[in-house]
């Protein structure tokens, strides 16, 4: 009889100095890009992949490519980061899909309203370290009580429309 040894689960902590969050959002006529700093978070590694995991984003540290947007962003029109200074990811389900490939499911909360959402993922461990990378995560704003200037909710705003969906690329690097 042989007995497969149990998985021992480690926990790696997220690095927030080397790990990313850039943001995307389009606009009839263009768009804004910046970043997002992660105040804090951990991944779950078997030994064979990634299981669980959280981090926490500072909504607070939000910036853009233009500074009165970057004031906006932080109203209650957008991420009413005052009120709700802090949004979070919690993976809750980890599929593999090939060679350093998975697809991750989760709840994404941002303005205490969670929403589930999947995206494909590269995840790579080496030794004491997992980088974990998932690029054009589309996140429908609207579903987060976003409704300023969205065509879904106001159907007369013309070219003054922001799209309802922003992209999200993620660079987690955690270590034991």
Known sequence: ??????????????????STIDWTAKKIGGGHTGTIKITSGNLVHNGKSLTKGMFLINMSSITSDNAKLTTHLKSDDFFSTEKNPNSKFEILKVTPVGADRVNISGNLTIKGISQPISFPA???????????VANNIRVDRTKYDIKFRSKTFFLEIG???IDDEFELNINLVAKK
């Open 159 to 161: 070219d003054k429309a």
């Open 122 to 132: 590269t995840v790579k461990t080496q030794k004491n370290i997992v980088v974990a």
């Open 1 to 18: 009889m042989s007995f497969d040894k149990p998985v021992k689960e480690v926990t790696y902590t997220v690095d927030t100095e080397r």
